[in-house]
């Protein structure tokens, strides 16, 4: 029987339907939080992250205070504006994976059930790549790419003179990057010195509720706790596959992508992965890439959007930590 690309097409869309949660991000825990963690609908995060479009994704700032003073009496109104709105705007981020299957394929994977093998595992492996580098990507600076994330090595770069969302932190004190660099080994006192530096209120929800390191750090960490809180942790995040342990309640959890000698802690209230509407993780579908080279299919998934935050002061970076004794 041939393999006809019909065939190939209605067998991805089954794999897709049955294999759906293939495409959850659960082997970064950032990702899972702001584009999993059940939000994902027929492939789609849900409508509150989508975005129509525009020239950049704009996150309004309310940065300012309107006039105060004692009331009385003799009391007159300053009667001046006071600017209290601004926006960050995020440029565009995009990624694509690609695949393809080859008449060699075709002859080396005798009969159906080999061939629709062969598609399922590049389909798969489509969405694994896609997911994997963005996993990577949120971690670092976008540089030189203006087509990667503006990740979190921009969020924390702390030259006030460089613009972080159009903005720079020498024009607005509030729109601070927020980086520990002091060298010493991760324990209790280190979290809470984190959680102080992004505290922007006195609530828990103005103080970081994640906090992602390394494996060995986190380990680390995990043995300076009493044993009784040793084995303590976020139960939604455990079931999804993340270990943690908890610093105040929230969770404290393990990213191989996390740079060596890192921390960071993030209040996932202040940021967001904002996706293009028409780009949101689309469909990868089987086509003939060149009429010319009919035997030839290929298949690929684009997602659009970015990673933004409109408080940059709710979250913190410490480098230079080290395991406990």
Known sequence: MSFELTELQAASDDYWD???TDIMFLDNVILYLLLGKGKMVDDLVTAGELVDGGLMIRVPLEYGSANVSSYGTGTTLSGTKQTI?????????????????TLDDKIQNAGLAAKV??????????????????????YAAHGGDDDAFMGLDDMFNTTT???????KEADMAKWKANLIATAEAIGFKTLQTMRR???????KGDKPNLYVTTEELKDGYERTLQTQVRYMSDQN???AGFTNCLFGGSPVVADDKC????????????AKIRTHRDFAFTRPQWAVVNPLVPDKLGAHSKWIGQFATNHRAAHVKHTNLETPA
């Open 237 to 239: 995040l455990a079931d």
């Open 85 to 101: 709105v601004n926006a960050a705007r995020f440029q565009w981020a995009g990624y694509i994976a690609d695949n393809y299957i």
């Open 117 to 138: 093998d062969l598609a399922f595992t590049r389909l798969r492996n489509i969405q694994k790549t896609l997911r994997d580098k963005m996993g990577t990507d949120i």
């Open 161 to 167: 003179s460089t613009a972080y969302a159009t903005i």
């Open 197 to 203: 530096t992004a505290s922007v209120g006195q609530n």
């Open 18 to 20: 049955k294999q759906a």
């Open 259 to 270: 740079g060596a000698g890192v921390a960071v802690g993030l209040n996932l209230q202040y």
